[in-house]
């Protein structure tokens, strides 16, 4: 045990009273009727990024107020998410960040999906058959819904505050006009991207084939003849990227021959958990059905953050550093003992280093 002082950040998050149901919509209020008779009560409904400001309020409180010397950070799911900002938004001051199960790139969820042909548009038995041996990870569906109903507009999924491992990364390809429609139930065992009548037979059945305007929006200027573009790779970015240090020493930019620094700056420690599951790379069979057990996305996302922040937050530092500092830990529940011995190990070592 330590002492230590223990703050929540409250960030607001969807409905602001709870007995108000959720409704889908464009409006940023939710209403409730009683009666014919009586007055109609709103409840605020609140979506990014007003998460993102109320835990970047709270932490400018917490340092004003505390002025901690070791600032240790947590989060489970979406809070594991604005946890990880912290991490690579303010690493001077914080020190150690835990994230359980976090969801870490909103837009990926499209990856899991299918373009591919309904029953309705003519696909063969023998594509059907091979469409429907597959299926999507369990929380695809779920976390689709949540998205549209957290986000205004499906740009701001593409926000590196809301997605952090675009911190690390491009999305892979480019921010759409609007949200996409799925096909979702038990028919579709893998969500199907809704045709709306702009995209042809044949592009269904393009490799190629992406979200793209043609595809999504209905009453695009998209020449639905037109073959979609390519989704472009995933590329790695350097962290901090440059820039970061301009105008810290009250120096002014006089010019190209100037050039623009790096932030000298390394990671807090990271520690991400995750259930207790096997990884991706060796799924569970299961010997008496021949299916495999696929690893949820939250699982997958934990994964992938770790190894993007190993590859791309230690630069010219020596081999394995970044895997001391950055570790993925599998746990049965909430990992509440783990979390508090991490932390204590971290600060005890800061401390002994210090000395």
């Given at each position: 045990?330590?002492?230590?002082?223990?703050?929540?950040?409250?960030?607001?998050?969807?409905?602001a009273?709870?007995?108000?149901?959720?409704?889908?919509?464009?409006?940023?209020?939710?209403?409730?009727?009683?009666?014919?008779?009586?007055?109609?009560?709103?409840?605020?409904?609140?979506?990014?990024?007003?998460?993102?400001?109320?835990?970047?309020a709270?932490?400018?409180?917490i340092?004003?107020?505390?002025?901690?010397?070791k600032?240790?950070?947590?989060?489970?799911?979406?809070?594991?998410?604005?946890?990880l900002?912290?991490?690579?938004?303010?690493?001077?001051a914080?020190?150690?960040?835990a994230?359980?199960?976090?969801i870490?790139?909103?837009?990926?969820?499209?990856?899991?999906?299918?373009?591919?042909?309904?029953a309705?548009?003519?696909?063969?038995?023998?594509?059907?058959?091979?469409t429907?041996?597959?299926?999507?990870?369990?929380?695809?569906?779920?976390?689709?819904e949540?998205?549209?109903?957290?986000?205004?507009?499906?740009?701001?999924?593409f926000?590196?505050?809301?997605?952090?491992?675009?911190?690390?990364?491009?999305?892979g390809?480019?921010?759409?006009?609007?949200?996409?429609?799925?096909?979702?139930?038990?028919?579709?065992?893998?969500?199907?991207?809704?045709?709306?009548?702009?995209?042809?037979?044949?592009?269904?059945?393009?490799?190629?084939?992406?979200?793209?305007?043609?595809?999504?929006?209905?009453?695009?200027?998209?020449?639905?003849?037109?073959?979609?573009?390519?989704?472009?790779?995933?590329a790695?970015?350097?962290?901090?990227?440059?820039?970061?240090d301009?105008?810290?020493?009250?120096e002014?930019?006089?010019?190209?021959?100037?050039?623009?620094?790096?932030?000298?700056?390394?990671?807090?420690?990271?520690?991400?958990?995750?259930?207790?599951?096997?990884?991706?790379?060796?799924q569970?069979?299961?010997?008496?059905?021949?299916?495999?057990?696929r690893?949820?996305i939250?699982?997958?996302?934990g994964?992938?953050?770790?190894?993007?922040?190993r590859?791309?937050?230690?630069?010219?530092?020596?081999?394995?550093?970044?895997?001391?500092?950055?570790?993925?830990?599998r746990?049965?529940?909430?990992?509440?003992?783990?979390?508090?011995?991490?932390?204590?190990?971290?600060?005890?070592?800061?401390?002994?280093?210090?000395?």
């Open positions: 045990m330590t002492s230590a002082t223990v703050v929540t950040v409250n960030y607001r998050l969807g409905a009273d709870k007995g108000i149901p959720l409704t889908r919509g464009t409006e940023s209020e939710l209403e409730s009727e009683k009666g014919p008779d009586s007055k109609c009560q709103t409840a605020k409904f609140y979506k990014y990024p007003t998460p993102v400001h109320d835990t970047l709270g932490f400018d409180w340092r004003n107020n505390f002025r901690p010397t600032l240790g950070v947590f989060g489970s799911h979406i809070g594991g998410s604005l946890a900002m912290l991490a690579l938004t303010e690493p001077r914080v020190h150690a960040v994230a359980h199960e976090p870490c790139d909103w837009p990926g969820l499209d990856e899991y999906c299918t373009h591919e042909k309904n309705d548009q003519g696909s063969s038995t023998k594509q059907k058959r091979s429907r041996r597959k299926s999507a990870p369990a929380d695809l569906v779920p976390l689709l949540v998205r549209e109903q957290l986000f205004a507009s499906f740009e701001r999924c926000d590196a505050f809301a997605s952090p491992v675009l911190f690390l990364r491009s999305a390809r480019d921010i759409p006009k609007t949200f996409p429609q799925y096909l979702t139930g038990p028919e579709y065992p893998i969500p199907v991207l809704k045709n709306t009548g702009k995209m042809t037979s044949d592009q269904y059945d393009s490799p190629t084939s992406s979200l793209w305007d043609g595809d999504i929006y209905p009453g695009s200027d998209t020449d639905g003849d037109i073959d979609p573009p390519v989704r472009r790779r995933k790695l970015s350097r962290w901090p990227p440059y820039g970061l301009y105008g810290l020493n009250n002014v930019w006089t010019g190209p021959d100037h050039g623009i620094g790096r932030l000298q700056v390394t990671l807090p420690w990271v520690r991400v958990f995750l259930g207790n599951r096997r990884s991706a790379e060796s569970i069979i299961s010997s008496s059905k021949g299916t495999a057990t690893p949820t939250l699982e997958q996302q994964e992938e953050i770790v190894s993007v922040m590859k791309a937050c230690f630069w010219g530092r020596e081999k394995g550093f970044g895997e001391r500092i950055v570790t993925l830990s746990v049965d529940d909430f990992p509440g003992q783990e979390l508090a011995n991490y932390f204590q190990d971290v600060f005890n070592k800061e401390s002994s280093d210090d000395d």
